[in-house]
């Protein structure tokens, strides 16, 4: 496992509204009932959207940014998502990366949300690759995981 997959992740700060919902059992309440591909008055299978910027001890910067969706007409189909997802990593010592992508499969459930999707623009030669990350919404401790 790589020094990433240990390191315990924390959201000091969100600087916008972090949404996660789940079929049935949520809705997407800063979207209302209604959200870009649902019909009117129907609500979305799955979304993730919203910034978060993560707090390393060592002094890293980084700032993920989702808009992710799922139609709810799209339930069983994962695979019919859209959205795009942005994460910007800022060293200590001033050198930064960031990337870009679309999103291709958003899966949530309770207060948990899935996003993979692939790397359409970066500036760290990491185009075409597939990454995945994982928001789980604990209220004032939120945890993101990514690869």
């Not at 910007?88 to 948990?112: I, Q």
């Not at 999707?117 to 990491?126: P, Q």
Request: contains cysteine; hydrophobic residues 40%; proline residues 3%.
């Amino acid at each position: 496992m790589t020094r990433i997959a240990h390191i315990r992740t924390r959201l000091a700060a969100i600087a916008a509204a972090l949404l996660i919902t789940a079929g049935a059992t949520g809705s997407a309440a800063a979207l209302g009932d209604w959200a870009p591909g649902t019909a009117r008055g129907q609500r979305e299978a799955a979304a993730l959207t919203g910034t978060a910027k993560l707090y390393r001890p060592v002094g890293d910067d980084i700032t993920f940014t989702f808009d992710a969706h799922l139609a709810a007409k799209d339930t069983m189909d994962p695979e019919q998502a859209y959205g795009t997802f942005r994460f910007r990593h800022v060293f200590p010592n001033g050198t930064s990366g960031w990337a870009e992508g679309s999103v291709d499969c958003p899966v949530t459930g309770g207060k948990v949300a899935v996003v993979t999707g692939v790397i359409t623009a970066t500036d760290i030669g990491i185009e075409g690759r597939r990454v995945g990350m994982s928001v789980h919404d604990l209220g004032n401790h939120d945890r993101l995981g990514y690869s």
